[in-house]
């Protein structure tokens, strides 16, 4: 079937702009998660989200981070005020309920200019 | 707090080669998952293994092999007979409380297989 998907596959941004990212995690699986992967921090958890439950936000790195998960499958990823630092691969997982192995999307490679 | 250690930041073998990739893993938590992924060079990554922390028992699965040690708080990733499509960055990974939920990932270990 098919799996993790996400968009864009690569996004140029100025210093200063806001960027959405999205997922599409596999049918059925209620658990959700974000990750980041840069040079410096390698993989970083940011955000977590299971069923309807309230969402884990303790990874993500500044209040310029939010997540949206709506209908319990697509979940957007926004970063206001992009900088610099905020330039990597941000990655999208999800499985089938808290506990199971996470199946993870191609990535959206993220660029601040 | 959780951690994961993988030392070995680069390793070279030549195909046919065994080769073990080492993981340590730090954690309060008497109930914790260990994982392990696969990152090719296409970037996706791809899931190998769940151990939970109560199953000690070696897994083997085709070429692959792991060895789960408690007492030394070791998790590590044996290939045997290596490939060249088996060249790829392997992370390591810890979920604690039991639930499996945020992943803490090891640094990678970046492996090459020269034909």
């Known amino acids: 079937g098919a799996g993790v998907s996400q968009s864009p596959s690569n996004k140029v941004t100025e210093k200063g702009k806001d960027v959405e990212l999205r997922c599409d995690p596999i049918?059925?699986?209620?658990?959700l998660y974000w990750y980041r992967q840069s040079l410096g921090q390698g993989l970083e958890f940011l955000i977590y989200?299971?069923?309807?439950?309230?969402?884990?936000k303790s990874g993500l790195p500044s209040d310029r981070f939010s997540a949206e998960r709506t209908g319990g499958s697509v979940s957007t990823l926004t970063i206001q005020r992009t900088q610099q630092e905020d330039s990597a691969v941000y990655l999208c997982?999800?499985?089938?309920?808290?506990?199971?192995?996470?199946?993870f999307g191609p990535g959206t490679r993220l660029t601040v200019t | 707090a959780q951690k994961v250690t993988q030392a070995q930041t680069e390793i070279s073998v030549v195909e046919k080669e065994d080769v073990t990739l080492d993981c340590v893993y730090e954690?309060?938590?008497?109930?914790?998952?260990l994982f392990w992924y696969k990152q090719p060079p296409s970037g996706e990554l791809v899931f190998l293994i769940r151990?939970?922390?109560?199953?000690?028992q070696n897994e083997i699965s085709g070429r692959y092999s792991w060895n789960f040690q408690k007492s030394t708080s070791s998790f590590n990733f044996t290939i045997t007979a290596s490939q060249v499509v088996d060249s790829a960055v392997y992370f390591c990974?810890?979920?604690?409380?039991?639930?499996?939920?945020?992943?803490?990932f090891g640094s990678g270990t970046q492996l090459t297989v020269l034909p």
């Open positions: 049918s059925g699986h209620t658990a």
């Open positions: 151990r939970n922390s109560f199953d000690e």
């Open positions: 990974a810890l979920s604690e409380d039991g639930s499996a939920r945020q992943l803490t």
């Open positions: 989200f299971q069923g309807n439950s309230a969402p884990d």
């Open positions: 997982a999800s499985s089938y309920y808290s506990g199971n192995e996470q199946y």
């Open positions: 954690t309060r938590d008497t109930t914790y998952y």
